[in-house]
């Protein structure tokens, strides 16, 4: 079991285009690894508020989101900390309003996450459609490994889903990305 416990969500829309990169993000880490106790790793999809319980008692949250760099398609981005409170300032992801308020009641509520990471590529569209664009979508594998790099940071080593017990291993982490 992983104490303090962490959550890892995705956010977006499956059906507009780029916007569903968290969530796919997050569907590629459940087919592909098995996390420890006090380890979760979720598809918030476009829920928003409705997140909210999950948030209490989680120590460290890690969002896999689209977020609006005004860079290029396909750019990376990890904020944390301070970081996160800038860009909430702007505009950041087509979810910024969704993510700020269910942070924000989480933390009126008093158990807002005391640490947070955000990793997200720039989106080349998001409008009605199932594809991420050729760009957002050579990323998704960069965005997985981002996830395993944070997990690693944290002390989180996660599972190929066929390991026996005792004989676990650490799955490939390209550490350059992030």
Known sequence: MIDPAILVLGIGNLVM??????????LSLQDRYRF????TVMDGGTLGLDLLHYLDGVQRLLVVDAVETGGVAGTLVRLAGEELNIAFRTKLSPHQMGLQDLLLVAELQGFAPPEMVLLG????EIEMG???????????????QGVLVELARWGVIPTAPDTPPGREESPPVHRRLW
């Open 17 to 26: 285009t780029d916007d569903g990169v968290g969530v796919r993000v997050i």
């Open 121 to 124: 590529v720039q989106p080349g």
């Open 36 to 39: 420890p106790g006090g380890v």
């Open 130 to 144: 199932i594809e991420l664009t050729p760009a957002v979508a050579d990323q998704v594998e960069s965005l997985v």
